[in-house]
């Protein structure tokens, strides 16, 4: 069974600090990366996409990948009390379909 | 991205009914998906649609507990018959633009 593991949390980080969420997948055969933020009550928004390894950043937003690692990484920078939020972690195996995370519950404290 | 619609956004329903949710996009599709969100928990596929073609449902999900219409390219409905409290969680639908999935608003679901 293909798997999607993230730390549950709570995280919590000071306002401007550096945020770090992880997350570990189970298929090397996984091609693309995705996290989305999920504020209470909300439905998920994508944030971040990552296709090869490396680091993408956009904003505040970077996202690491490894493959050979099975690994993929957001990092927050300059957290704000807005980003506080789930942020799940999701990859697609194959035909658009993804496998989420659990997720991780982040919380940027004033 | 896509702009997608659900109706209705939340409703409460008791148990042995049925609730059929909407899902309209903007733009033409091909796949569209159904997922699940119980209370405290992440998503979980239900099935994908495809136009023209029966919906393809995932382990532990059945046609006959929700049954999904597809009829045309910009449209789908999930329909969660014969309901139980267990069926109580939010019901998001979703498409893809390239390699990238997009999610309506979701349908928050109480069952009494």
């Known amino acids: 069974q293909k798997e999607v593991e993230q730390n549950s949390g709570p995280l919590s980080v000071p306002e401007g600090a550096i945020a770090s969420l992880n997350c570990t997948y189970s298929d090397r055969g996984s091609q693309s990366f995705f996290w989305y933020r999920q504020y209470s009550g909300k439905s998920p928004e994508l944030i971040m996409s990552?296709?090869?390894?490396g680091d993408k950043e956009d904003g505040r937003f970077t996202a690491q990948l490894n493959k050979a690692s099975q690994y993929v990484s957001l990092l927050i920078r300059d957290s704000q009390p807005s980003d506080s939020a789930t942020y799940l972690c999701a990859v697609n195996n194959a035909g658009n379909m993804l496998t989420f995370g659990g997720g991780t519950r982040l919380m940027v404290k004033p | 991205s896509a702009v997608i619609s659900q109706k209705p956004s939340r409703d409460i329903c008791q148990r042995g009914t049925s609730l059929t949710i909407q899902c309209q996009v903007d733009s033409q599709v091909t796949m569209m998906f159904w997922y699940r969100q119980q209370p405290g928990q992440s998503l979980t596929l239900i099935a994908t649609a495809n136009q023209g073609s029966e919906a393809t449902y995932e382990s532990g999900f059945v046609i006959d507990k929700f049954p999904i219409s597809r009829p045309n390219l910009t449209f789908s409905t999930l329909t969660v018959s014969n309901m139980s409290p267990e069926d109580s969680s939010i019901y998001l639908c979703s498409v893809t633009r390239g390699y990238e999935q997009y999610f309506g608003p979701g349908t928050r679901l109480t069952v009494t």
């Open positions: 990552i296709y090869s390894n």
